[in-house]
């Protein structure tokens, strides 16, 4: 157990000690490429449909290659049965651009429009900083992203809702979080208003109210999220896309940072200021627990 799982595009399962990427890998150069990160649970890889979809989306906001969904399926599918079912996994997909010498190779007249992608699948073991997350919750700093929310739509070309690998920005957000003592970051617009975190979504809770900024705003779509309000709208919950300023945060029952392997961490202190559990916090994790056991459709995004 412990041991990686590494399974290639064209279904080869690959030792994932062995070096295996090109050293002119475009990921490697520019952070170019979009990757998916999954829960593999009870050896099913946890709302693949829905991470495949968005995996379609954000290949199409860098203009990737079309990912060959059925391709990416039968993939997952050798690497979570490779993984086995008695332990959680952590399985990214990963698409980059491919390699920098295949754009244009000198005086051959063989010069493909594009690079073949990279494409593959990895299944590592769940950080230790999840089970924390998931029992304990986690303190959080607010941080400002420096961007509007109007960029987004003006500004295609920021792919803010595409899950690209150039995640520098958002790792060093988390170190600096880290040395001021905080496990976690929400990022907030020039305007005040809450975008997400790092690697997840922000939801709140208020009465039976549960609040999520739209998309449009320039924040990634998250699965977990969405799990999230197909199970609580059944429940009765209203599940809404709309605005929250930072101090909202102040203002509400309970804060969340929903991502898909974390699943659900509620804010026990946001900057300095500690935020007790409510009641009904158990609730809010299991329906996210119920959300991601369901597959998805294609359609569903
Ligand atoms: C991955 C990610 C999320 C959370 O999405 P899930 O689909 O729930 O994992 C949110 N924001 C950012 C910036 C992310 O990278």
């Not at 109007?150 to 899950?163: E, S």
């Not at 020039?190 to 009465?207: F, K, N, Q, W, Y």
Request: glycine residues 8%.
């Amino acid at each position: 157990m412990g041991e990686r799982v590494l399974v290639t595009l064209d279904g080869v399962v690959a030792d994932a000690n062995t070096p295996s990427l090109y050293a002119d890998d475009i990921g490697a150069l520019r952070g170019d490429g979009v990757f998916e990160t999954i829960l593999v649970r009870g050896g099913t890889a946890t709302a693949l449909e829905f991470h495949l979809a968005r995996l379609r989306r954000s290949a199409q906001a860098l203009e990737l290659p079309e990912p060959g969904l059925a391709k990416w399926r039968s993939a997952v599918e050798l690497a979570v049965k490779e993984w086995g079912a008695e332990e959680e996994g952590m399985l990214r997909l990963i698409y980059t651009r491919g390699r920098d010498s295949e754009f244009d190779v000198p005086g051959s007249g063989l010069v493909p429009d594009e690079p073949t992608p990279t494409a593959y699948v990895l299944v590592s073991p769940v950080p230790a900083r999840v089970t924390q997350a998931r029992a304990e919750g986690v303190k959080v700093m607010s941080l400002a992203r420096g961007i509007s929310v109007d960029l987004a739509q003006a500004a295609p070309w920021q792919l803010l809702g595409a899950k690209t690998l150039s995640y520098a920005t958002n790792m060093a957000a988390l170190r600096f979080a880290r040395r001021m003592g905080a496990d976690d970051v929400i990022f907030h617009s020039t305007e005040h208003r809450v975008l997400e975190g790092p690697r997840s979504t922000v939801v709140i809770a208020r009465d039976k109210q549960l609040i999520t900024p739209p998309a449009k705003i320039g924040v990634l779509p998250g699965v977990t999220q969405r799990a999230l309000f197909t199970v609580a709208e059944k429940k009765g919950w209203e599940c809404k896309y709309q605005s929250i300023f930072t101090a909202d945060l102040f203002d509400c029952d309970s804060i969340w940072l929903l991502s898909s392997v974390t699943l659900a961490a509620r804010v026990n202190q946001l900057d300095g200021v500690r935020l007790s559990a409510p009641d009904n916090a158990q609730e809010i994790m299991d329906m996210v627990d119920a959300g991601i056991d369901r597959p998805g459709t294609i359609g569903d995004w």
